[in-house]
């Protein structure tokens, strides 16, 4: 029996035949010799030595890694300059975020809030066939889609409409409609503002919650969005107003009813617009639409004041007033009194029957107007403009006769 001879091999003594029968059957080299050339492999590091079960797993690899992947061992990090520390810090292998601007569609791009149904749909078919890219936001993502693929198509391109369900009286969810909106598409030209409700009812019957329902819809929605892309308006101005400062310095002031403003006719065509729908209810105080008007009004002075605010700075700011609509406003309407189901449906009918109506077609023509000719103003129907006219000059409410 071969004899047993005591080993270190890595730092550990054991037990070991001296003369393994079959390694002595390949080379007839002497114990000792075997032994420190074993040893010899281990602490050399070689790439044919033997790991026994306690592998060292910090061993060098076999294949050479790149310098930034070398581990760092504690002994040599405790010696290096603090320079030779930074030149040698890994880099991050995160990946790398996008460059501003990357990877966006260009091309002039509009942003129309309750674009969903009625004149917001309209608005946008005629703005995709104009040629701009288009964002619809409302709150029924389902119909938003339909009217985002129907405007891509429209507009011939792939990508060219975003639908972005939006609720327009949460301010969190307007701000993601920008953050959207600015990470698809390089800009923004124009913002219309589509969104709102109806509600019909003597003052003494309506109650306050529905009040602050059409105030919040109608007002409040307008007024966030109007704030979160503010900022990105006025940079478009800015630009505008450095490539052409004379058609901007002169927008300020503008035309009357359903006319170009005075940038307009001078070729301020670059400036970014800032659209409101207010209505006739708006600008002449309606019987029985007491809440309903208040907060069209209330949206008419906010168009004004914001006015005097952007105009020097290079964003167009329009009113669009419409008269009687034929669309489906109707399915959100509220209607309150004694007989409200009876002003509903006879409300209704008029909406039908009555030849003053309008389409959303055309209101969505008037809005078109409005951004190109950069007009403070356009009403809708003539019949309209002149009854609003008539009120502005003599103060006779023509109110009562058509909403009795």
Request: hydrophobic fraction near 40%; glycine fraction near 12%; charged fraction near 15%.
């Amino acid at each position: 029996m071969a004899p047993l001879v005591h080993m270190q091999k890595g730092g550990r003594q054991g037990l070991t035949a001296g003369c393994p029968s079959r390694s002595a059957r390949r080379a007839p080299v002497h114990c000792s010799t075997r032994r420190a050339l074993k040893v010899a492999a281990v602490n050399s590091g070689g790439p044919n030595h033997r790991v026994p079960f306690n592998t060292n797993v910090n061993a060098p690899p076999r294949i050479q890694l790149p310098g930034f992947l070398q581990p760092a061992s504690s002994s040599s990090q405790h010696h290096q300059p603090h320079h030779n520390q930074q030149q040698q810090h890994r880099p991050d292998l995160n990946m790398t975020p996008p460059m501003e601007g990357a990877f966006k569609a260009t091309g002039r791009t509009v942003v129309i809030t309750g674009g969903s149904q009625g004149v917001g749909r309209a608005a946008a078919l005629l703005f995709a066939r104009k040629g701009y890219n288009v964002v619809v936001a409302a709150r029924e993502a389902a119909r938003l889609a339909y009217v985002a693929d129907d405007c891509a198509a429209a507009a011939g391109r792939a990508g060219a409409a975003l639908a972005v369900p939006t609720d327009v009286t949460q301010e969190r969810q307007v701000q993601a409609l920008v953050n959207s909106v600015l990470s698809k598409f390089e800009r923004v030209d124009a913002v219309v503002q589509c969104a709102g409700v109806f509600g019909r009812g003597a003052v003494e019957d309506t109650p306050a919650m529905e009040a602050r329902r059409l105030m919040e819809v109608n007002y409040l929605g307008p007024y966030l969005v109007t704030q979160a892309f503010l900022p990105v308006l006025l940079k478009a101005g800015a630009r505008a107003m450095g490539t052409s400062s004379s058609s901007s310095s002169a927008g300020v002031g503008g035309g009357g009813v359903g006319l170009p403003g005075i940038g307009g006719l001078l070729g301020g065509g670059e400036r970014p617009s800032l659209v409101f729908l207010t209505g006739f209810s708006g600008r002449v105080p309606t019987k029985h639409m007491g809440a309903f008007s208040a907060s069209k009004a209330a949206l008419e002075s906010l168009a004004a004041s914001l006015r005097t605010e952007v105009e020097g700075q290079g964003v167009h700011v329009g009113v669009v007033q419409p008269g009687l609509v034929r669309s489906n406003l109707m399915e959100r309407a509220a209607f309150y009194g004694r007989n409200s189901e009876e002003d509903r449906r006879s409300f209704r009918q008029m909406l039908r029957t009555l030849p003053m109506a309008q389409s959303p077609g055309e209101v969505a023509e008037a809005i078109w107007g409005c951004v190109a000719s950069r007009s403070p103003e356009v009403a809708v129907g003539l019949p309209f403009a002149a009854a609003a006219q008539a009120y502005r000059l003599t103060g006779i409410n023509p109110s009562a006769t058509p909403f009795t």
